[in-house]
């Protein structure tokens, strides 16, 4: 059964850190860009960033740009998402979603998502 499930959501402080991780399972990571989204009460989902598996290329949305690093571990069928500094409108629900090719590209079909994992930033 293919799956995606994300963990390491929780209560981080501004300023702090906060490890995400999207494992997946039934398919191999290997073969497809992973990207990271979050919607936050009352807003739109947005995408947060997408790593390719053909060459590793990352991207990021400008809100997020050098503070958030996305990465993969291809052995353990996971990608993670490093928040640093993250700040109070960084709360949302993340979700892991597996894109349809190796590279990452706007306007891309994800066909699979994990059930997300609620990151709230407060002091």
């Known amino acids: 059964q293919l799956q995606l499930v994300e963990s390491g959501g929780g209560l981080v402080q501004p300023g702090g850190s906060l490890r995400l991780s999207c494992a997946a399972s039934?398919?191999?990571?290997?073969?497809?860009?992973i990207s990271w989204f979050r919607q936050a009460p009352g807003k739109e989902r947005e995408g947060v960033s997408c790593i390719s598996s053909s060459d590793g290329s990352t991207y990021y949305a400008d809100s997020v740009k050098g503070r958030f690093i996305i990465s993969r571990d291809n052995a353990k069928n996971t990608v993670y998402l490093q928040m640093n500094s993250p700040r109070p409108e960084d709360t949302a629900v993340y979700s892991c979603a597996r894109g349809s090719s190796p590279i990452c590209f706007r306007g891309d079909a994800y066909s699979h998502w994990g059930q997300g994992t609620q990151v709230t930033v407060s002091s």
């Open positions: 039934g398919f191999t990571l290997d073969y497809y860009a």
